[in-house]
T-cell receptor
Framework: EDQVTQSPEALRLQEGESSSLNCSYTVSGLRGLFWYRQDPGKGPEFLFTLYSAGEEKEKERLKATLTKKESFLHITAPKPEDSATYLC???????????FGPGTRLSVLP | NAGVTQTPKFQVLKTGQSMTLQCAQDMNHNSMYWYRQDPGMGLRLIYYSASEGTTDKGEVPNGYNVSRLNKREFSLRLESAAPSQTSVYFCASIIQNSGNTIYFGEGSWLTVV
């Protein structure tokens, strides 16, 4: 059974304090690993797709990396507007479904 | 530039009542999904439709039915609502095998009392 776990459940950072969020997964064959950002009262917003171990993607203060068992979302010098819940999901090679983790709730304090 | 549109945004139902959540996408996507999101449990798949005319059960289909009316529209029906169906519901769509980016609607907040 495909599974995704995320840690920590919640994270509080001071503005400018860099950190990383973890996404661990088990999947029969990985078609893609996805990161989403979700603001309160909104639908998830796409950030990155990673397809194979060793791949990295960057967008502003965010950088996503992928190994065979986990992915990290690195946040460099975060700002209060980066506060949100970050969701990780995987899609198996032979499947239509996306399996989501429970998310990490990030708060960045000014 | 609407993307994925869901209605209604908010709904309160009494136990046993029925209702339909509507979803439409204007991106010509093949596949559409209905997820529910509950605190601490992440997004769980209820039903999906890989293409027009097909539907399949996901992880938590009990108590729900779906209709893929055409390529644009995918509705979710609760025949006899139960308090356990209180949740936030998200519709999503994707072009499979083309980056596989899944796009979500803004959500429908459903409370069953």
């Amino acid at each position: 059974e495909d599974q995704v776990t995320q840690s920590p459940e919640a994270l509080r950072l001071q503005e400018g304090e860099s950190s990383s969020l973890n996404c661990s997964y088990t999947v029969s064959g990985l078609r893609g690993l996805f990161w989403y950002r979700q603001d309160p009262g909104k639908g998830p917003e796409f950030l990155f797709t990673l397809y194979s171990a060793g791949e990295e993607k960057e967008k502003e203060r965010l950088k996503a990396t992928l190994t065979k068992k986990e992915s990290f979302l690195h946040i460099t010098a975060p700002k209060p507007e980066d506060s949100a819940t970050y969701l990780c999901a995987v899609q198996a090679t032979y499947g239509q479904n996306f399996v989501f983790g429970p998310g990490t709730r990030l708060s960045v304090l000014p | 530039n609407a993307g994925v549109t869901q209605t209604p945004k908010f709904q309160v139902l009494k136990t046993g009542q029925s209702m339909t959540l509507q979803c439409a996408q204007d991106m010509n996507h093949n596949s559409m999904y209905w997820y529910r999101q509950d605190p601490g449990m992440g997004l769980r798949l209820i039903y999906y439709s890989a293409s027009e005319g097909t539907t399949d059960k996901g992880e938590v289909p009990n108590g729900y039915n779906v209709s893929r009316l055409n390529k644009r529209e995918f509705s979710l029906r609760l025949e006899s609502a139960a308090p356990s169906q209180t949740s936030v519901y998200f519709c999503a769509s994707i072009i499979q095998n083309s980056g596989n980016t899944i796009y979500f609607g803004e959500g429908s907040w459903l409370t069953v009392v």
